[in-house]
């Protein structure tokens, strides 16, 4: 694919500094885009179109969410802060500042120089749930009433941290990945953890003669994806590896988690972490976004690429709509691509001549 190939999919009112989060309504028909700086962005039917720009708090965002009924957005920040906005109006609904109990010795992550930031890195409201659930980085965390947005219960889980999600549309099935290569399943709404697999990979090593080799070893996960049916899960990796795993396995005791093997793996790129993931409509493949700016659909069924390309500002975020086929890419530099693509069964596939995600990502 040429590089005026991609280029004819990018937005032209995108942001200045580099994409934090990108996340598709729930209905598709809205986008919404974070980056460093504290600024949003939503984008009406996923196009620059209408789009409007919203700057955030004083701290850095982390991440963004919608609600399952589509009514409410939440942005999060690194300092725990937490604002609810009334969507699509975007009308701020409420603040509410998160603290851990940092009296306990079991919060203090311990090994890392890192000065304790408290990430929001999850926020969930599951179909019919009177709560709202969120969580920091580093295993704290909280109930809210739906209502009022009240703190009703706060737990903490030891543990290192967690950086990546993945929710189901109905935000009843939650994993997290940690900095050590773990996946953990969340249950709601006990909010309790179980150990759920470790991404293992070959890496570049060096045997005691000090010769290259390769080693197996865990890498910390970079994205975590769900497919549309629930029954597999993506992860990624800080060395460009990625995993598919069956969701419905029980893996709930961390002695046998080493010995588990993915449903499909492929071997690490090692050359940036692969910061996006995202499942194609019938879950039979998935397109990854690498720190270097490498694009791939990879059918894991047949353990082969179907495509590759390069997006030369480096991919950051990466959302897919499963409503109205649509991709969104975030870069590095706050550039923004959103592609669409036709299904296997739409007679104006074979029309298209130019579109290599039309023709392939189905």
Not at 2 to 28: C, L, W
Not at 257 to 271: F, H, M, N, T, V
Request: charged share 20%; aromatic share 10%; glycine share 8%.
């Amino acid at each position: 694919m040429t590089e005026t190939g991609i280029e004819k999919f990018r937005q032209k009112n995108a942001h200045k500094d580099a994409i934090v989060r990108m996340r598709y309504s729930p209905t598709g028909q809205f986008l919404v885009s974070a980056d460093r700086s504290g600024e949003f962005m939503i984008w009406p039917g996923g196009n620059s179109r209408g789009s409007k720009r919203f700057c955030s708090s004083r701290s850095t965002l982390t991440d963004v969410w919608f609600s399952e009924d589509e009514k409410l957005l939440f942005i999060g920040h690194q300092d725990g802060l937490l604002l609810i906005y009334e969507f699509p109006k975007i009308e701020l609904t409420a603040k509410v500042q998160l603290k851990p109990d940092r009296s306990d010795p079991s919060t203090i992550l311990s090994g890392t120089s890192r000065p304790i930031l408290d990430y929001v890195v999850m926020v969930v409201c599951p179909a019919g749930s009177p709560n709202v659930y969120v969580a920091l980085e580093f295993r704290d965390f909280f109930s809210l009433s739906r209502n009022n947005f009240e703190v009703t219960n706060k737990s903490h889980i030891p543990g290192n941290i967690i950086e990546q999600v993945a929710v189901s549309p109905d935000g009843n099935r939650i994993f997290f990945g940690d900095d050590l290569g773990y996946i953990y399943r969340f249950l709601l709404p006990d909010m309790k953890m179980t150990l759920f697999a470790e991404h293992r990979e070959l890496v570049n090593g060096m045997t005691a003669s000090m010769l290259p080799t390769k080693v197996e070893a865990s890498t910390g996960i970079a994205a975590l994806a769900l497919s549309p049916d629930g029954l597999r899960l993506a992860s990624t990796s800080y060395t460009g590896g990625v995993q598919i795993w069956d969701t419905q396995i029980d893996s709930s005791q961390k002695e046998n988690i080493r010995g588990s093997s993915a449903y499909a793996a492929k071997e690490p790129l090692q050359k940036g972490r692969m910061r996006g993931v995202g499942f194609s409509p019938n879950s039979s493949s998935v397109i990854t976004g690498n720190d270097d700016g490498t694009l791939e659909i990879w059918d894991y069924s047949a353990k082969s690429v179907i495509y590759h390309a390069n997006c030369q500002e480096g991919v950051r975020s990466l959302a897919v709509s499963l409503i109205d086929s649509k991709c969104a890419i975030g870069c590095r530099d706050g550039s923004i691509f959103l592609i669409p693509w036709l299904g296997a069964d739409d007679p104006k596939q074979q029309k298209v001549k130019n579109g290599w995600f039309q023709k392939l990502f189905i």
